[in-house]
């Protein structure tokens, strides 16, 4: 006998179901159905709601805050190039930061919408999120203990952005390091140094910023001169200089007011030092003062005005003192003087007698 003939043999055979049993099974099923299918209509109905509420919702504030965007962008455009626009900072700086505001605070809304649109759904299916609530709650007490310094480093960032304490480009001193701003992150603000070397700084560890790129800068250069000169010439040839230097180019964008002479900032024996100051271009004062100085020392050796540090005036010959070249007289050199009869040798005597 083969196996599949043995393994028929040995199955049980089928019990039959009867036309009753299957009419009652189905109108189990059918009354089951009938039942639970206003709860799954009604189940279903509230989820599409929620899903549909809460991405209507989510692209109205995206588009109100694209909205708010794009009128701080024309706002910035209103006041470049006027008066008011020159002391603030450029347009592409401003759309860059608003563009930036903008992202970090549509992440934030749909983050708020969707994660509350997920628990509503979860309530409908029946879920009890009171335990999923409160391990939530630990588990983000235990990550904001571990990661304290994460969340001060990214609050510091995003207050950095809304604030404009500074942007890419600008030369910033920020304590810990400082260069020219390459890159602003959320977290880590990046710069460059003056040998180019590239420093990573956490944001939450940048204590006070100093912005050189801001607003505008203060050129101030010393000039020191011997105290016998006019004042007043030294401020005419101080003026004429820094006039025409105003009128050429590129000075006369990157000064921002005429250059004024302050007055003395000190007075002493062998020297008087005039202050002068001019208003220029920020992260241009450098080199307005290497220009002024340049300048303004063409134009005081053009007028006979010598500064501290020039060739010294010649003294006067006074008359050869006879016995400059004469030693000073000597104990030694009188044979009567005790010095020199201390220094004579004894005389000699015959010890045969």
């Not at 942007?167 to 304590?175: E, L, P, R």
């Not at 003395?264 to 290497?290: F, H, I, N, Q, Y």
């Not at 007028?303 to 004469?326: C, H, L």
Request: glycine share 10%.
């Amino acid at each position: 006998m083969s196996w599949s003939a043995l393994a028929a043999a040995t199955e049980p055979e089928p019990i039959p179901v009867t036309l009753d049993e299957a009419a009652e099974k189905a109108t189990n099923a059918a009354s089951w159905v009938e039942e639970n299918w206003s709860t799954w209509l009604n189940t279903g109905l509230r989820i599409l709601l929620i899903l549909v509420v809460a991405l209507l919702l989510r692209m109205a504030v995206r588009r109100a805050l694209t909205k708010l965007i794009e009128r701080m962008n024309r706002s910035a455009q209103a006041v470049e190039g006027t008066a008011l626009g020159g002391l603030l900072v450029n347009t592409e700086r401003r759309r860059q930061r608003s563009e930036a505001i903008g992202s970090v605070l549509r992440s934030v809304a749909s983050f708020l919408i969707l994660g509350t649109a997920g628990l509503m759904i979860l309530g409908a299916f029946k879920i009890d999120l009171a335990p999923l609530l409160a391990s939530a709650g630990v588990a983000g007490v235990a990550i904001g203990f571990g990661a304290r310094n994460l969340v001060t480093d990214f609050l510091s960032g995003v207050f950095m952005i809304l604030e404009d304490q500074y942007g890419v480009g600008d030369s910033v001193d920020a304590g810990v390091a400082s260069g020219e701003v390459v890159e602003v992150g959320l977290r880590v603000t990046k710069l460059r140094g003056v040998d180019g070397e590239i420093w990573y700084v956490r944001n939450g560890e940048i204590k006070r910023i100093g912005n050189l790129s801001q607003g505008w800068a203060t050129a101030g250069v010393d000039v020191t001169v011997r105290p016998t000169e006019d004042l007043e010439r030294v401020r005419s040839v101080i003026t004429e200089a820094a006039e025409s230097m105003a009128k050429e180019e590129p000075w006369n964008e990157r000064l921002w007011g005429p250059v004024e002479v302050l007055g003395l900032s000190e007075v002493l024996l062998d020297s008087m030092t005039v202050r002068v100051s001019a208003k220029t271009m920020p992260g241009k004062a450098l080199g307005v003062e290497r220009e002024l100085r340049w300048r303004i020392k063409q134009g005081l050796d053009a007028a006979g005005i010598r500064i501290v540090g020039g060739v010294p005036a010649q003294a006067e010959e006074s008359a050869a003192d006879p016995t400059a070249g004469m030693a000073a007289p000597s104990a030694f050199a009188s044979a009567t003087s005790p010095q020199s009869a201390a220094a004579t040798p004894l005389p000699k005597t015959d010890l045969t007698k």
